[in-house]
């Protein structure tokens, strides 16, 4: 099936570093949005992107939905040990929500002391 | 007040029993959804229920089984369980025009052995 090709599989930063991570797809998306997961939990929604070209903050987070709506990045600026954590994104093609989300691999940061 | 609920957490069970996984949401949300997450942390839907129409995605066997009692629940039947269904099971809601309450439960880890 679809699947969204999330890069890079893994990030080791020292605390302070800015992160940047991104997702690519050969099919064109309408919704693309940024989780976060934590150990044990459920992944929980950052940013929603609705149109292309649209650049989106929260907080030291800013996402951009590409303007081909076949990419999307996500960026953390100054990066603190709670950003710990699998950072997913998702698309979606229609939309409403009835045929689900598209998630990436993930990308797993990693805070080093 | 969980938005949305799991039950269990954990399950272990031995290979051809049949077990259930209960989800509540309490967000007045029109759409549930069930994602399998497999121990390369892949998020996959499995499912999407919305207003009695349910969209299943064509790679899951039919051993598995959604049943929605009412708007507020969508529970995951499970029959002749094997080895390879072992992985975390999230549940989902979301409203019916807004991806930005797409809300996730915090899965249920589901052991074969």
């Known amino acids: 099936g679809q699947q969204l090709n999330q890069s890079p599989q893994s990030m080791f930063i020292q605390e302070g570093e800015d992160v940047s991570m991104n997702c690519t797809s050969s099919?064109?998306?309408?919704?693309w949005l940024w989780y976060k997961q934590d150990p044990g939990e459920g992944p929980v929604l950052l940013i929603a992107?609705?149109?292309?070209?649209e650049l989106t903050s929260n907080g030291r987070l800013t996402a951009q939905f590409g303007i081909t709506r076949k990419d999307s990045f996500l960026n953390i600026s100054a990066s603190i040990p709670s950003d710990v954590g699998i950072y997913f994104c998702?698309?979606?093609?229609?939309?409403?929500?009835?045929?689900?989300?598209?998630f990436g691999k993930g990308t797993h940061l990693i805070i080093q002391p | 007040d969980t938005a949305v609920s799991q039950t269990p957490k954990y399950l272990v069970t031995q290979m051809g029993n049949d077990k259930s996984i209960k989800c509540e949401q309490n967000?007045?949300?029109?759409?549930m959804y069930w994602y399998k997450q497999d121990s390369k942390k892949f998020l996959k839907i499995m499912f999407s229920?919305?207003?009695?129409?349910?969209?299943i995605n064509e790679t899951v066997p039919n051993r598995f089984s959604p049943k929605s009692p009412d708007k507020a629940h969508l529970n995951l039947h499970i029959n002749s369980l094997e080895l390879g269904d072992s992985a975390v099971y999230f549940c989902?809601?979301?409203?019916?025009?807004?991806?930005?309450?797409?809300?996730f439960g915090s899965g249920t880890r589901l052991t074969v052995v």
């Open positions: 992107l609705y149109k292309a070209g």
């Open positions: 967000l007045g949300h029109d759409t």
């Open positions: 998702a698309g979606q093609k229609s939309g409403g929500g009835a045929d689900g989300l598209t």
């Open positions: 229920y919305n207003n009695k129409e349910l969209i």
């Open positions: 099919s064109i998306f309408n919704t």
């Open positions: 989902a809601s979301s409203p019916r025009d807004s991806l930005y309450g797409y809300t």
